[in-house]
């Protein structure tokens, strides 16, 4: 008896993690085989240009990937498919904001600001107070977004960016671009919020027990709100360093980033019910990612095989991630 | 005969019908005509897919499951169906492939979230990739064209009012055979609570299976009626409709958290849904804006769904004096 | 079959029943291995459960419901035969003398007809095996005399009956043996015509549970009694308003049948519902939220720890300080390790996650979070509810000392016996039993027994107490 107890408590007993370095260990494993194979196939792949341009790529991810993984900690099935349409928008109006020059960006950070609060807040009344489940609510937000940019812009590729943006592009330091010191920026900002802010601590328990969350007095509402605004605006930049990198905007462009979101914050270990996860996990499974689409790409490959492959490759990862418990249980 | 009232206006269906009947008779007032000539009929023709993929996905929402992979499948059946076309394959065979297709990629999502236990957002989510992708690879870019005459009959059986009819009208016969078997009140119970029908007897694994395989079924009739209708191929054609599709059950009075709702609601929903926005559209003169306005429709479509639904169940529990 | 929640009997009925897998042994069913995967396979072989949280469908009507776990056909059709089912139904409701339900909805039954119908689910079924988990604790003195008379007729066709249930009387009174889970052991089985209460308690608990504990009534004296809290409190469901008035270091128990308006109240006072103006420590305040109560000094314990206790994926630490760091803004005077063990928690380590521990314990810790955020009054809305007997003691004796330290305690019970023996222990009590959203008898002293509680409980007057 005394050591069925120990047994048992031994499997009960969990250690909290909400990023542990163990779980980090797949994804690692995972990049370096991609960017082995990737050479062998690809000659050339794991130069120091290519991988820089690999790291920028993830590095935009990365930062799609913080308001996915805030939206899906907040728990009750929160997921943020409008990802992709907050960038595409931020892209394609920065040349009308901006006028493309380095003042104008300023005014236009602002302005996405102010943009990616209001469109949030909407988000977060009508899925909090009229009970419309996230999913359904962000989905439709990016029809809204998607065609607010296309009557903007009507359908012009826009082509006059501020010279800064370009210049994340660039290196700044040895071989390493702009973008990355900015993404470590970013990323470290809003660690820092998630987990040692009263916000960040608190989204954690809305995410993990709603009633609970109530009961002990957490404004819930206020808290989930704010979620789905920090994920608007963070798109929002997210789509400005994705201008910055590709040097110009079309319609639609930031679309495939809502996929690899949500698939690189699953990799990385958050849950779709939320109340655990981070953004270390998302940063990694940005690169596995990005090396894979580049990989792909690299090789020639169409842009139907390269969806089915990422469609697949999402379904390989929820299958190990996200399986739900045995109804015999 | 109060009696008969307080359950009509509780029929789940009830407002999306109230709301399309409405509709139809303002606008009478307002265009007269409106309703004669070709409108309706070419109205029914360009959304019958539509419709027909909302009663399927409606039943997996009643069910408590979730696919969001609609749009790609139709789109994976146009592929199919017009390179079959173009590869002079016999219609009666197009035909059965299209439902092949659909039943397979519905048993894909099946699979995965019946037998797998993969959470059914996730899911339907990646085969909508997946779908999708097979489509582009398969047809780069719009081309072809289906067998003429099927076209033809199409638009033109019974004033172009027999074919949308038609397959919608077995679509919802369908639905009500399986809503006098066991199957139909299965679906309601592992909807409303998965683990109190698994405890009470009844098969989960199999009643999801059934759901999502049927869906898919229902999505190849959908993607058939389609290709008809644009008589091309085109393997971005649907991507947009997943959204339409699930409002459109909304606005049908089907809860997303299952158990609740009936399928003939998605009928008046996408009914509903579709004239608002034909309607809106045509009075809007930039194009360019109609995804937004399509998009803000849908919204307020889903908000004012779902808050008519509250409103109509707190009166009853009022009425009825309950706890 | 008894013992403490934590036991192991639920998990045993749900292993019979086909719903949950044991981690090893056999059972055996006329001498042949049993060994079902599913309930549909435990139905086959006649085992039929009811469930304590109970298999009834909101969505579905009646028929549909008692019917769901074997439906009938039309003959050699796929299509339901809705009028042998619906014959079906009836004829078993009318065993139940509830005939009149037919027709009516799930969700505006009370409980006692929920629980008789999910009985009625499981005798339409023809059990060899029937598991009774937990019924009778929500039925009136008549149903129970019923079920009684049905389950003798089942006895004498053959039929195995599994009686769980944690009232000892019912248990004696209609079981011909008893056996006694501890800890998911068995500690025996017994004759019960050879067993007394406390023996079977004393097993139950594995401790001596004569000793009662001690209280100081000196401790409060009649002039003490400082009125700290009065409120008026709007009951939307009943359409009535309760007045309460509350004095420092008084514990107020509240008694009376499920859905009378408990809840709602407590809820409500705590900012849960509509607002509220009341007057505390002299102060009018109103009370919108309970982010608004809680730094007015209120604290809120629900039974229901899955739904609004625990925070599962977080640890233990974090659900502990949950209220004082992220809504009051403070920090315990002692370290967490402290005031967890003085609330008597067994853990490993505060940063294990709160799902490590026994239901028992995670409710000390959500208990805990309270008890350290310096509240006055302690709201609880049936906070022992599914905890074993010594972590209900536990609790007891937290509240116990809250009271000593000043607070106030409001506990809703559902337990009329936690409510005579919590009233014992502290120094000022009273319990207040509500029927239909209203106070309808207030008892103190010796009026504090379990007859008085169950007379008023179901609407009549003490003049009419009677012995069934």
Known sequence: MGETESVKELRKKVFLNNQNVKSFLPSIIIIIILTVVSNILSPGFASVGNMMTISTRACILAVACIGQAYIMISGN????????????????????????????????????????????????????????????????????????????????????????????????????????????????????????????????????NRNAAAVIGLKVNRIVIGTYMISAIISCIAGL????????????????????????????????????????????????????????????????????????????????????????? | MKQRLIK??????????????????????????????????????????????????????????????????????NVVYVLLAEAKVPLAVCLIMCIVIGFAGGLLNGLCIAVFRVTPLLTTFATSFVFGGIALWLMKAPHGSIQREIVKWYFSWLKGYGAPILFIG???????????????????????????????GVPVRTVKLFMYGFSGIITGIGGMVLTTYIGAGDPLIAVSYTMTIIAACVIGGILL?????????????????????????????????????????????????????????SVKYKSLGGR | MVGGNGSGKSTLSKILGGSALQDSGEVLLDGQPYAVKSPIEAKHKGVIITSQELSLLPNLNIVENVCLCNMDRKKRSAFLDYHKMEQRTRKVLKRLGKEHLIDKEIN???????????????????????????????????????????????????????????????????????????????????????????????????????????????????????????AKVHLEEFDKDIELNVVQGEFIGVAGLDGQGQSEMLRTLFGMGQPVDLTFYGQQR????????????????????????????????????????????????????????????????????????????????????????????????????GIDIQARRDAHETFCRMIQEGASVIMISSDDEELVETSKMMPLARVIVMYEGQIARTLIGEDINLEAIAASSSGQSSSEVKES
């Open chain 1, 77 to 208: 099935a929160g997921i943020d498919m409008s990802v992709g349409a907050f960038m595409s928008m931020a892209a394609l109006l920065t040349s009308k904001f901006s006028g493309g020059t380095n003042l104008g960006l300023v005014w236009t950070v602002l302005i996405f600001i102010g943009i990616g609060a209001f469109f949030g807040f909407i988000t977060g009344v009508c899925i909090q107070f009229f009970k419309i489940p996230s999913l359904v609510m962000t989905l439709a937000m990016s029809s809204v977004i998607n065609g607010l940019s296309l009557g903007v812009t009507r359908g012009q590729p826009q082509m006059t960016i501020p010279p800064v943006l370009l210049s994340l592009g660039t290196p700044v330091v040895g071989v390493i671009r702009g973008m990355i010191f900015l993404t470590v920026i970013i990323i470290t900002v809003m660690i820092l919020v998630l987990h040692k802010t009263k916000y960040g601590k608190s989204l954690f328990m809305v995410g993990s």
């Open chain 1, 241 to 329: 360093m994705m201008l910055g990198f590709v040097g110009s905007a079309q319609l639609q462009m930031g679309d495939e980033y809502t996929l690899l979101s949500v698939a690189a914050v699953v990799i990385g270990g958050t849950k779709l019910s939320g109340g655990k996860g981070g953004l270390v996990g998302g940063i990694l499974g940005s690169l596995v990612l990005i090396i894979l689409t580049s990989m792909l790409t690299a090789l020639g490959l169409p842009s139907g095989v390269r969806q089915l492959i990422q469609g697949t490759l999402l379904l390989g990862i929820v299958l190990i991630n996200s399986r739900e418990l045995k109804l015999r249980n």
């Open chain 2, 8 to 77: 009509l206006v509780q029929w789940t269906p009830f407002p999306a019908l109230a709301l399309l009947i409405f509709f139809l008779i303002l606008n009478q007032f307002l265009s007269p005509g409106y309703l004669k000539g070709n409108f309706m009929s070419s109205f029914l023709a360009a959304n019958a897919s539509v419709i027909i993929v909302s009663i399927g996905t409606s039943i997996v929402l009643i069910g408590g499951g979730m696919d969001i992979s609609m749009g790609g499948l139709l789109c994976l059946v």
């Open chain 2, 170 to 200: 077995i679509t919802i016969v369908l639905w009500l055979v399986i809503k006098k078997t066991k199957m139909g009140v299965w679906i309601y119970a592992v909807g409303k609570d998965e683990v109190k029908a698994y405890a009470s």
């Open chain 2, 257 to 313: 958290t299952g158990g609740v709702g009936d399928a003939i609601g998605a009928l008046f929903g996408s009914m509903f849904l579709g004239l608002i926005i034909t309607t809106v559209l045509s009075s809007v003169r930039d194009s360019f804006y109609h995804n937004f306005v399509q998009g803000i429709i849908m919204v307020m479509g889903v908000i004012g769904a779902i808050l008519l639904s509250r409103v109509i169940n």
């Open chain 3, 108 to 230: 505006m039954l009370p409980t006692n007809e929920q629980y008789l119908l999910e009985l009625a689910k499981a005798l339409v079924q023809i059990p060899r095996v029937l598991i009774i988990d937990e019924i009778t604790s929500a039925l009136y003195k008549g149903d129970v005399a019923l079920v009684k008379t049905i389950l003798e007729e089942l006895k004498q066709k053959g039929v195995v009956i599994l009686f769980i249930s944690h009232r000892l009387n019912e248990v004696f009174d209609l079981c011909d043996s008893v056996t006694v889970l501890r800890n998911g052991d068995t500690v025996g089985t017994f004759k019960s015509a050879e067993l007394s209460e406390m023996q079977l308690i004393s097993y139950m608990s594995g401790r001596d549970v004569t000793q009662e504990h001690v209280v100081d009534r000196s401790v409060i004296k009649s002039g003490d009694q400082k009125v700290i809290l009065e």
């Open chain 3, 286 to 385: 109103r009370i919108t939220s309970p982010s608004k109560a809680i730094k007015m000094g209120f604290a809120f314990l629900s039974g229901n720890r899955e739904r609004e206790g625990i925070f599962k994926e977080r640890s233990i630490a974090e659900n502990f300080n949950a209220v004082n760091h992220l809504v009051l803004n403070r920090k315990q005077d002692e370290d967490v390790d402290t005031c967890l063990k003085k609330n008597g928690v067994k853990y490993h380590g505060t940063k294990d996650l709160i799902t490590s521990l026994s239901g028992g314990n995670q409710q000390k810790v959500v208990i805990a979070r309270w008890t350290y955020t310096g509240a006055r009054i302690l709201l609880a809305d049936d906070p022992t509810k």
